[in-house]
C-alpha cells in the first residue's frame, strides 16, 4: 500500500479545503454520459466528477482522484457500492479524518 500521498477523506463542505490535493469521496451521481458526472455529496452539495465511466444512475460511488475546484474531482479511482449506502455515517467518518483523530486516518 502506498502511504506516500494518501487521499485525504472528504465530503462536499470539506472538499474546498483540498483543491489540488488527493480526495476520497462518495457521491450518488444523478448523470452520467461516460466522461462527465453530476453527482449530489453526502452532504447533499453538487458535485462534477470527470473520468468516471458510465454507473447506472442513483448508485453510491467511491471517487478516489484530485479535487480540481470547490465542486470537482478528476476520478483516478472508483468502487460502486450500489443503491444503499449510510451517507450520515460517512460525514461522521468525513469529520473524524478531518479533526481531532486526523492522525489516525494516515
Known amino acids: 500500500m502506498d502511504t506516500s500521498n494518501p487521499a485525504v477523506f ?3 463542505e470539506l472538499l474546498p479545503k483540498f483543491i ?3 480526495v476520497r469521496t462518495v457521491v450518488q451521481v444523478n448523470k452520467c454520459d ?3 458526472s453530476a453527482a449530489k455529496s453526502t452532504d447533499d452539495q453538487e458535485l462534477t466528477v470527470n473520468g468516471l465511466p ?3 444512475l442513483m448508485n453510491f ?3 478516489i482522484g484530485i479535487a ?3 465542486h470537482s474531482i478528476n476520478a483516478e479511482i472508483w468502487t460502486d457500492f450500489g443503491t444503499t449506502f449510510d451517507t450520515n455515517s460517512y460525514n461522521q467518518l468525513c469529520q473524524l479524518a478531518n ?3 486526523r492522525n489516525l486516518f494516515l
Open 20 to 22: 489540488g490535493k488527493k
Open 34 to 36: 461516460g466522461v462527465v
Open 61 to 63: 460511488v467511491e471517487v
Open 68 to 70: 480540481e475546484t470547490n
Open 10 to 12: 472528504v465530503n462536499g
Open 54 to 56: 458510465q454507473v447506472p
Open 99 to 101: 479533526g481531532e483523530f
